[in-house]
């Protein structure tokens, strides 16, 4: 343990993520790379496939980008945690994320992804987003359209900011099964197999109507005959067999419902011998003037959860900063809200803005 935090220590990390077939070439030029976690293993994800998720899997997003008028290249890297990716999964999904951090010279800032409650920094890298069932061990390729079981996908366009900049996004989500997660400002794809049924709200947009298409029209080219129909809000009645697919009540998680955190701030610190996590403040008192060089900082802001990292942190401060932020998290009513972590000096506009 003498070594740990050494430059011997670190040269001895780079040069085992050096080793990581799926490493090389990361991050060398701007864009997205995205790797798929299958059987503890780091594989490339098809780039046909950019912006499509299924809640079996876990991955790691890396984006590079350059600065306006600057010619460095700078990353963050994300690992997402589908809703029934297995603790292996996404354990090997956080490590492998820090290999790659540490294979780009520490460079990287680092986040955390929970399907469903994706950050808008994450939601941005892609023009659509599909968020499905299944994943690399349930042989969902394979299935045929008279066993398929019946979804109802949620199209929706997205306003996100980052970083102060805005963006427009349209997803595709898979929901419950329930007629009260229609609504008219949306589109949403009701899949039975055998027929793709479009459902056009009274009041979606041209782009939205578009997204769908393209989507079903994705889906029946993998299942060869299956059909397309198109429903009108306001000329499809009721009683249609498509509606009649769908379960009557309200959904625990209805679409649009999304549940505020908790505002507060805590210091990790060893400086009484052991590392501890201690709040230190809540509500309108939490505030950047709060933070030290001299510790880590885990700020839960109701919407996003940030690990800020001081410079002059010690190595188990730094080391516990994720770890403690997680399982904090777990404790609350947001366990799934995003976590990035952030070097003081290095702070985005949205983490100023956010305290």
């Known amino acids: 343990m003498a070594l740990f935090g050494?430059?011997?220590?670190?040269?001895?990390?780079?040069?085992?993520?050096?080793?990581?077939?799926?490493?090389?070439g990361a991050g060398e030029k701007v864009g997205v790379q995205i790797w798929r976690i299958v059987k503890f293993k780091v594989e490339h994800w098809s780039r046909q496939q950019y912006g499509e998720f299924y809640d079996g899997d876990s991955y790691i997003i890396l984006n590079t980008y350059k600065e306006e008028d600057g010619d460095e290249l700078n990353h963050d890297v994300h690992f997402w945690i589908g809703r029934h990716s297995?603790?292996?999964?996404?354990?090997?999904?956080?490590?492998?994320?820090?290999?790659?951090?540490?294979y780009l010279d520490d460079k990287p800032i680092q986040h955390r992804e929970v399907q469903g409650h994706e950050s808008s920094m994450f939601k941005s890298y892609f023009p659509t987003m599909t968020l499905l069932k299944g994943g690399a061990e349930t042989g969902f390729r394979k299935v045929l359209p008279e066993t398929y079981p019946p979804r109802l996908i949620h199209v929706k366009r997205e306003k996100l900011s980052?970083?102060?900049?805005?963006?427009?996004?349209?997803?595709?989500?898979?929901v419950g099964l329930y007629r009260s997660n229609l609504n008219s400002d949306d589109v949403f794809i009701i899949d039975t197999g055998k027929v793709l049924y479009q459902y056009n709200g009274s009041k979606c947009s041209a782009d939205e109507k578009f997204k769908a298409a393209a989507e079903t029209a994705n889906i029946r080219s993998s299942r060869g005959n299956a059909q397309i129909d198109i429903l009108e809000e306001k000329s499809t009645p009721p009683n249609h067999k498509a509606l009649m697919i769908l379960k009557e009540g309200e959904h625990k998680c209805?679409?649009?419902?999304e549940e505020k955190?908790?505002?507060?701030?805590?210091?990790?610190?060893?400086?009484?011998?052991?590392?501890?996590?201690?709040?230190?403040?809540?509500g309108d008192k939490v505030k950047k003037d709060l933070l030290t060089d001299d510790d880590v900082y885990i700020i839960n802001t109701g919407d996003h959860c940030y690990c800020w990292i001081g410079k002059g942190a010690s190595i188990e401060e730094r080391r516990n900063g994720l770890p403690y932020s997680t399982n904090y998290l777990n404790k609350t009513k947001t366990p799934y809200l995003p976590i990035t972590v952030?070097?003081?000096?290095?702070?985005?506009?949205?983490?100023?803005?956010?305290?």
Do not use: H
């Not at 430059?7 to 080793?19: L, R």
């Open 261 to 282: 955190g908790e505002r507060k701030m805590f210091r990790v610190s060893d400086e009484g011998g052991n590392c501890q996590m201690i709040e230190i403040a809540e």
């Open 342 to 355: 952030v070097a003081q000096g290095n702070e985005s506009e949205d983490f100023l803005a956010a305290i």
């Open 6 to 24: 050494s430059d011997t220590e670190k040269n001895v990390k780079k040069e085992s993520a050096e080793t990581e077939p799926a490493w090389q």
């Open 162 to 174: 980052v970083n102060g900049k805005n963006k427009r996004v349209i997803t595709c989500t898979e």
């Open 86 to 102: 297995t603790q292996d999964e996404y354990g090997t999904a956080a490590y492998k994320t820090v290999e790659l951090d540490t």
């Open 254 to 257: 209805k679409v649009g419902e």
